[in-house]
């Protein structure tokens, strides 16, 4: 129990951002995360919201499988789970900023707006700026073709699947479906045989579709003025350390479909392995509205009030980025909805884009190798104050179901441009790390 509430051990490497399914999270190994949990139970139930799933796991001294048996068994009642409710912007309420965003976590300085079990609702442009690591443009398209990019989408979601992966050792599968579009043929072919997720190569790779690449440049243009104003508002007027001078250029995009309200993502940061460090995405969300919650990663015995989460409503056609301090020092999901406005287009599904930058410089070819001779997976120190928001590689081939991985582990470095910098031996060179 003392351990699970702290969240202290862990097989090996320090402790580290989790994940709930997708190829595009990062790994299931961290076997002692309460969010990896939390993740599995709410697969498995998909009607019960993750407070009362965090209620009944701690009832059940941390276990999983007697949280999921007592709730099969119908002893756990369930609680609603919040919907999207109007609100006005918090600047009419006299609200001010948090402070910038110079550290990963809040100063003892900052204004917290939100309180650990409760959740601010967000809605307005400048609220989300000023108070998330976010921004959000509403409107983003013309409508029209943010009508037909939603019609092309929907159909190509009816051959979606759900995403199947290992929480310890049980294979579950993802309470939505998606799949990956890329540029080219040969970028297809390098995705399925050169690049793995979860420590195994993925099949469903597809060629961008023509709208989806029709708006392509209209979200990198419009993500790379929002990184532009986001450094001049929030970072001083100065790049985070190992953020990329190099323009935003997107190359990859995963489209997620959601069809009713239940289906959800868990709490998760994206997989930065690809993309680096300071990743930046570009997230465009078509159909029904649905809600993204944040929340800071904070070590422990931090001041439990910044636990606090903050929903953002994302309407139709509104393109949310994360920015550069995201991934590494908040999570996200997009949680169940006891309600949700069918869309005169989408009915009961919602489709979401995210654009994202594949460098080159992370290619498997140059990042480390485990001793399963599997190219590494890039992970930021979360739960751990000692080593806190450092990058480290490490193996996870132990995600596949069946499969053991190993205990392979390296601190990352990069250069000032978070490019990797080559240590020893790379994935060019198998088995030799
Ligand atoms: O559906 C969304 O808005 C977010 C999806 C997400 O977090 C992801 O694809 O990593
Ligand atoms: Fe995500």
């Given at each position: 129990m003392e351990a699970f509430i702290t969240r202290k051990k862990r097989k090996s490497g320090p402790e580290t951002n989790d994940v709930p399914?997708?190829?595009?999270a990062t790994g299931g190994e961290d076997d002692e995360s309460t969010d990896l949990k939390l993740a599995m139970l709410s697969s498995l139930h998909v009607d019960f919201d993750q407070e009362t799933l965090l209620d009944l796991l701690l009832a059940h001294d941390g276990s999983v499988q007697a949280t999921s048996q007592a709730i099969r068994a119908g002893h756990a009642a369930k609680k609603s789970t919040s919907s999207v409710t109007a609100q006005a912007s918090l600047r009419s309420f006299g609200v001010t900023a948090t402070s910038?965003?110079?550290?990963h976590r809040p100063t003892k300085k900052s204004k917290l707006l939100s309180r650990k079990g409760a959740t601010l609702h967000l809605y307005d442009p400048h609220d989300i700026a000023e108070h998330t690591p976010c921004s959000i443009i509403h409107n983003f398209l013309p409508p029209d073709e943010a009508n037909e990019l939603l019609v092309e989408l929907l159909e190509e979601s009816k051959t979606f699947e759900k995403i199947t992966f290992k929480l310890f050792d049980n294979v579950v599968s993802s309470p939505h479906t998606s799949s990956f579009y890329v540029g080219s043929l040969d970028e297809i072919n390098a995705q399925k045989y050169e690049y793995t997720y979860n420590g195994s190569k993925i099949t469903d790779v597809r060629k961008i579709t023509p709208y989806l690449d029709l708006v392509k440049p209209r979200v990198a243009e419009a993500v790379n003025r929002e990184i532009t104003r986001r450094i001049d508002t929030h970072q001083a007027g100065q790049r985070l350390p190992?953020?990329?001078?190099r323009p935003w250029t997107p190359n990859a995009a995963f489209v997620n479909c959601y069809n009713g309200p239940s289906q959800n993502v868990g709490w998760h940061s994206d997989q930065l392995?690809?993309?680096?460090?300071r990743a930046i995405i570009g997230s465009l969300s078509l159909g029904v509205a649905r809600e993204f919650r944040v929340r800071r990663v904070l070590p422990p015995d931090e001041d439990e009030d910044a636990q606090g989460q903050i929903a953002i409503h994302l309407p139709h056609n509104s393109l949310l980025v994360m920015h550069a301090e995201m991934q590494e020092a908040w999570k996200h999901c997009v949680v169940p909805a006891a309600s949700i406005e069918p869309h005169p287009i989408a009915g009961n599904r919602r489709i979401n884009v995210t654009y994202r930058d594949y460098r080159a410089e992370f290619h498997p070819r140059h990042t480390p190798r485990c001793g399963c001779d599997v190219p590494c997976v890039l992970r930021v120190v979360q739960r751990?104050?000692?080593?806190?928001?450092k990058y480290f590689w490490m193996c996870h081939?132990?995600?596949?179901?069946?499969k053991e991985g190993c205990t392979f582990f390296q601190w990352a470095e990069f250069d000032e441009e978070g490019r990797p910098v080559r240590r020893g031996k790379m994935a060019t060179e198998p088995g030799t790390t």
């Amino acid at each position: 129990m003392e351990a699970f509430i702290t969240r202290k051990k862990r097989k090996s490497g320090p402790e580290t951002n989790d994940v709930p399914s997708p190829i595009l999270a990062t790994g299931g190994e961290d076997d002692e995360s309460t969010d990896l949990k939390l993740a599995m139970l709410s697969s498995l139930h998909v009607d019960f919201d993750q407070e009362t799933l965090l209620d009944l796991l701690l009832a059940h001294d941390g276990s999983v499988q007697a949280t999921s048996q007592a709730i099969r068994a119908g002893h756990a009642a369930k609680k609603s789970t919040s919907s999207v409710t109007a609100q006005a912007s918090l600047r009419s309420f006299g609200v001010t900023a948090t402070s910038s965003e110079e550290s990963h976590r809040p100063t003892k300085k900052s204004k917290l707006l939100s309180r650990k079990g409760a959740t601010l609702h967000l809605y307005d442009p400048h609220d989300i700026a000023e108070h998330t690591p976010c921004s959000i443009i509403h409107n983003f398209l013309p409508p029209d073709e943010a009508n037909e990019l939603l019609v092309e989408l929907l159909e190509e979601s009816k051959t979606f699947e759900k995403i199947t992966f290992k929480l310890f050792d049980n294979v579950v599968s993802s309470p939505h479906t998606s799949s990956f579009y890329v540029g080219s043929l040969d970028e297809i072919n390098a995705q399925k045989y050169e690049y793995t997720y979860n420590g195994s190569k993925i099949t469903d790779v597809r060629k961008i579709t023509p709208y989806l690449d029709l708006v392509k440049p209209r979200v990198a243009e419009a993500v790379n003025r929002e990184i532009t104003r986001r450094i001049d508002t929030h970072q001083a007027g100065q790049r985070l350390p190992l953020q990329s001078a190099r323009p935003w250029t997107p190359n990859a995009a995963f489209v997620n479909c959601y069809n009713g309200p239940s289906q959800n993502v868990g709490w998760h940061s994206d997989q930065l392995t690809y993309l680096g460090p300071r990743a930046i995405i570009g997230s465009l969300s078509l159909g029904v509205a649905r809600e993204f919650r944040v929340r800071r990663v904070l070590p422990p015995d931090e001041d439990e009030d910044a636990q606090g989460q903050i929903a953002i409503h994302l309407p139709h056609n509104s393109l949310l980025v994360m920015h550069a301090e995201m991934q590494e020092a908040w999570k996200h999901c997009v949680v169940p909805a006891a309600s949700i406005e069918p869309h005169p287009i989408a009915g009961n599904r919602r489709i979401n884009v995210t654009y994202r930058d594949y460098r080159a410089e992370f290619h498997p070819r140059h990042t480390p190798r485990c001793g399963c001779d599997v190219p590494c997976v890039l992970r930021v120190v979360q739960r751990k104050r000692e080593n806190f928001g450092k990058y480290f590689w490490m193996c996870h081939a132990g995600n596949v179901p069946g499969k053991e991985g190993c205990t392979f582990f390296q601190w990352a470095e990069f250069d000032e441009e978070g490019r990797p910098v080559r240590r020893g031996k790379m994935a060019t060179e198998p088995g030799t790390t």
